[in-house]
């Protein structure tokens, strides 16, 4: 489906449809200056009602389809938003991971005074977890991915460090 990754355009249409959501993952630490690669972005977005119909809606001109095999042609729905699982989807810009909850079941409303709000470029701010946030979760998962980018994220937060 996507013919070019371009996290920016996601987050554009998010902010442009008024969805809450905070930056997770990968491109949250890109965004913070630690120098990984990612290939999907993650959100944590907020469960309410009105926020998971503006979801939706942006979802829907991002013609997002579920990357799972086998269930390529099928959509996210409201039911599937407001559980606290994981949605892993391809977008016309690319992968895009939804999370209902991250860690150890903290959803939207338990991370957000744990982020920083960043410029993600063409005048569009963005609300994403804080490094050492980041890195709490990343232990507390154990996937080898996580394990492997760790070293670098503790020194992406010990340089930021000294440069306050």
Known sequence: MATKTDFLAILQTMAGRGVDYIVVGG????????????FDLDLVHSREP?????????????????????????RPTYSHLVSPGHQLL??????????GTIGEAQGYSELLDRTVTLDAGQDLSVQV????????????LAHD???AVLAILRR????KGKGS
């Open 145 to 147: 991915k996580d394990r």
């Open 27 to 38: 491109v949250a630490a890109v965004l913070q200056g630690a120098p990984v690669a990612t």
């Open 90 to 99: 391809m977008t016309r810009w690319g992968p895009l991971d939804l999370l």
């Open 129 to 140: 977890l804080d490094l050492s946030t980041l890195i709490q979760l990343k232990e507390q």
């Open 50 to 74: 009105e926020n998971l119909n503006r979801l939706l809606a942006a979802l829907d001109f991002l013609e997002a389809r579920y990357r799972t095999p086998g269930a390529e042609t099928a």
């Open 156 to 159: 992406t937060l010990e340089e």
